[in-house]
Each structure stands twice: as C-alpha cells, then as structure tokens.
C-alpha cells in the first residue's frame, strides 16, 4: 500500500512544513476551522508525500493558510483534500499547469452530493476516445479534411455552426454505413463507468450535450442508463449522406442553455451542476456550471476552465464528487 494512503494519521511524521495545520492535531472537527474560504484537492494513482510537500510549498508562496482535511480512496484515484483561508486565481492556474505526474485543484467550494445535482459532459473525447465525426471520416475517405476542420474549431478558431456544416457537407455522396462501424467501436472513456455509478449513487442525474451525433449519444444513454442526452442528425437518402444537417445545431450555446433547462427540470442549487469538456465549444457551459472542468482538453479550455484534469480521465470526476461527500460529512 502506497505509504500515503495511511493520511492523516501519520502526517506529523513526515516533517511537513510547520505552516500546515490538520485535523487531528489541532481541530477536532473541520467545522472548528476559522477559514474555509477555498478548497483544494490533489488527484492521483500515485500521490506521493513529494506531492504534498510541493503542494504546500506553492500555496505558502501564495500566502494561503492550509489545513489538510483528509486523505480517501475513490474509483482508484487517491485523494488529498485542503480547505484555505482565501480564493488565490493565480494558484489555481499554477496548480493546472504544474509539471507533475498528478491533477491538482483549487476552487472556491465543491459540490454537495448529499444533495441532487447533475453532470452535463461533451462526448467526443471526453465521455469516449475519439472525435467520432473523424473516425467516420477516415472510414469514408475524407480524413485529412475533416481533421482539419474538426482542429480549428475545437481550438476556437472557427465558429461551431461554421465548422460543423463544413465538415458534413464533405459526407456528399458518401456510405452512411461508416456509422456503423463507428458506433460498434465507440472507445468509452476509462472511468465514465464509475463516474456514471458514483453519480448515481449520490441520486445526481448525467446527461450529455454532444456537438456530435445522436446515434452515438443514443448508445451510451441505453447502455448506462443515462438521464438525457442531446446531439445532432446527419441526413441520408437510400444510405448515402446528402451533407445536410437536420435540425439544429448543438453549439457552446445550447450546450450552456441544456446546463441551465437541466438545472431547473430538477430543481438544483448552480453549486450542484457540473460541466465536464475538452473543446472551446464547452467554455460557456463550463463556466455556467458550480464546477467547471476541462478534461484532456486544448490549452485556451485548460486556461479558462476552473478545474483541468490532464493525467486522469473521468475517474478524477467521481473522486471530486468523493471529495464533496468528504467535505460536507465534517461540516
């Protein structure tokens, strides 16, 4: 067992820095705690005490009074859980861009599980390995194109609606078989089964709002019984694409306006709604959300999303769940 599993117990006997105050030894509840204006979570499989101390060591260059709150398990992921004295921008950036083999956050409060909430994601490469309209596109001959379309507008050089057209409108003629093929492929993203079971077990709903195609959202929505989802529709004629597109089109603006219908269908608090994406695309949705976060994403959504996980993937967003639980079991 990795030695840092056994946190807090022991953190006396690993010379932190003197700075840091925790639980067990100065506060018996972290309802004592005079300060718990911000929060902070390190993120790993491995989370070593070399992690910790330079943890502490930035948040002390911030000038951040610390106390460490717990340590815990989730969906294979260790946790690290910090509360502060003050909300620092600065040190939430440096934290997503650290160079270390672990996530780190730092945000002004975690959602409330024990409460509903609801998780609204992306779908290409975020809730599965692959931008799906690309794969279909290597299928039908296209790639190159379409790869290059698909780039600018998740870096957000080109407004969605734009690229989305452009890019069906290079389906012409072609197969509607590649999505068959597609679709019995979908490469699902390691740890969309837990996060989907850790949100459930929490009675939180998920649902995605995918720039992609209802097809492939339809599929994960049967197989783990998600709550709602909504995508777009390519049109085809006797098999073969015409390069329309039926209906409207699922840009960053109805994936924010999907974020707020859910929040009021269920009747949330913002604090338990949370956005999880990778292309400029999802900012707006990210921003509206209580927690914000960019998965793997481009470095414009890292930049601006509130949280960014790098080296895990959506396991990292059932352990922030885990992490809320945590918090609000020892308010």
Same mark, same amino acid.
């Given at each position: ?58 948040a002390e260059k911030a000038n951040l009074k610390t106390v460490l709150v717990a340590s815990y398990q989730e969906a294979g992921v260790t946790g690290v859980i910090f509360v502060h004295d003050h909300f620092d921008s600065d040190f939430s950036h440096d934290l997503k861009f650290s160079d270390w ?10 959602? =409330?599980?024990?409460?509903? !909430?609801?998780? *609204? ?6 809730? $599965?390995?692959? %931008? ?39 389906f012409s003629g072609k197969s509607e078989s590649v999505m068959d093929t597609v679709e019995k492929n979908l490469p699902v993203m390691p740890g969309f089964a837990e996060m989907v079971a850790k949100a459930k077990s929490c009675g939180w709903h998920v649902a995605i709002a995918s720039g992609g ?24 004629? =006797?098999?073969?694409?015409? !390069?329309?597109? *039926? ?6 603006? $109805?994936?924010? %306006? ?74």
């Open positions: 067992m990795n030695e840092f599993n056994n946190l807090p117990d022991c953190v006396r006997d690993w010379n932190l820095s003197s700075s840091l105050l925790y639980i067990e030894n100065h506060f018996e509840n972290i309802a004592e705690i005079p300060f718990r204006a911000s929060v902070s979570v390190l993120l790993g499989t491995d989370v070593r005490k070399e992690h910790v101390s330079t943890f502490i060591e930035m083999s672990i996530d780190g956050l730092h945000v002004g409060t975690l959602p =409330d599980p024990h409460t509903p !909430g609801v998780i *609204l994601l992306d779908m290409d490469a975020t809730c $599965v390995q692959c %931008e799906c309209i690309d794969e279909m596109a290597k299928l039908a001959g296209i790639g190159e194109q379409v790869s290059a379309v698909t780039a600018q507008a998740m870096q957000g050089h080109m407004e969605f609606q734009e690229s989305f057209r452009r890019r069906i409108a290079l195609f209802t097809r492939f959202v339809g599929k994960l929505k049967r197989e783990y019984e998600l709550d709602y989802v909504v995508a777009n529709d390519i049109e085809a004629v =006797d098999g073969v694409f015409t !390069g329309k597109v *039926l209906g409207q089109i699922v840009d960053s603006r $109805v994936k924010a %306006e999907t974020l707020m219908m859910l929040k009021d269908r269920y009747n949330l608090p913002i604090r338990n709604t949370m956005a999880v994406g990778d292309g400029a695309n999802d900012l707006p949705m990210i921003g509206l959300a209580g927690t914000g976060v960019a998965i793997h994403a481009k470095p414009v959504v890292r930049d601006k999303a509130p949280v960014s996980i790098s080296r895990l993937n959506l396991h990292a967003v059932a352990a922030i769940l885990e992490a809320g639980l945590i918090l609000a079991e020892k308010n």
